[in-house]
């Protein structure tokens, strides 16, 4: 019995050592693999591979430079323009009176836009028009209505300004208020605007900024005035977004 208990532990004693080899080889068999392989998966933070030897993780890629289409806006002669009538660029913009986020715009990056190279050098003027959006901005339509007719007295600018510094107070007699402020003729003026005069101007540029693209407000196409290349920038951005639209046009 004794010969028999011998032999058994001598087997289980094998065994055993055989085990031990087995695994360690798999392991160091696993572990070189894992050299070639970028480790076992681990996480996110496991060195990539990169032409067969080990490497940081690379870089993510770039957002890309904007890229130039061919949205169509027509500039009109009636259209009011801020800056040089000459400049090689044009921001068009589609905007609403009542629209807060449009005077964040005007308030940001189209006074920036004013105290830039571009607008003080004549390379790149811009041109307003209208984009009420009527069916969340009761007043939106009479105040587009009201700047036109400023802008038959040749005061579009300064009444485009008063509108966004009062833009809590748009309704009727808020806006002949505004065109007696800046010295406008009131009997022109109320006329033009009591008789929807300017209305027809409004809905064809309101159509207008559909067929470019507009869904809100703001919304700005970027145009290089000799190939019509266009750049469309949508809402209150940072003038850093306008820059980079004007040098991908230009």
């Not at 050299?35 to 993780?57: E, H, K, R, W, Y």
């Not at 802008?151 to 007696?180: C, M, T, V």
């Amino acid at each position: 019995m004794s010969e028999g208990n011998g032999s058994n532990d001598g087997s289980i004693t094998i065994k055993k050592h055989t085990l031990w080899q087995v695994g360690t080889f798999v392991f160091a068999a696993l572990f070189v693999i894992s050299l070639f392989t970028g480790g076992f998966g681990m996480g996110d933070n496991n060195p990539t591979i990169t032409g067969g030897a080990v490497g940081v993780p690379t870089n993510p890629t770039p957002t890309p430079d904007p890229t130039p289409s061919q949205v169509k806006v027509e500039i009109e002669a009636n259209d009011p323009v801020l800056g040089d009538k000459d400049a090689s660029v044009t921001i068009v913009e589609f905007s609403d009176f009542q629209c807060p986020f449009c005077e964040r715009a005007y308030s940001g990056a189209v006074a920036e836009f004013k105290n830039s190279d571009y607008f003080k050098n004549g390379d790149v003027n811009l041109v307003f028009k209208h984009f009420p959006l009527n069916s969340i901005h009761p007043f939106a339509q009479k105040a587009a209505e009201a700047s036109e007719c400023a802008n038959r007295q040749g005061k579009f600018w300064e009444y485009h300004n008063k509108l966004f510094e009062n833009q809590a107070a748009l309704d009727i007699p808020s806006l002949k208020k505004y065109a007696a402020d800046l010295k406008l003729d009131a009997t022109k003026f109320n006329k033009c605007l009591d008789g929807g005069e300017a209305a027809g101007e409004v809905n064809k540029e309101t159509t207008q900024a559909s067929n470019a693209g507009g869904r809100g407000t703001p919304y700005f196409v970027v145009i290089n005035n000799k190939d019509k290349t266009t750049q469309a920038v949508s809402g209150a951005v940072p003038f850093a977004q306008f820059t980079s639209a004007i040098e991908a046009v230009k």
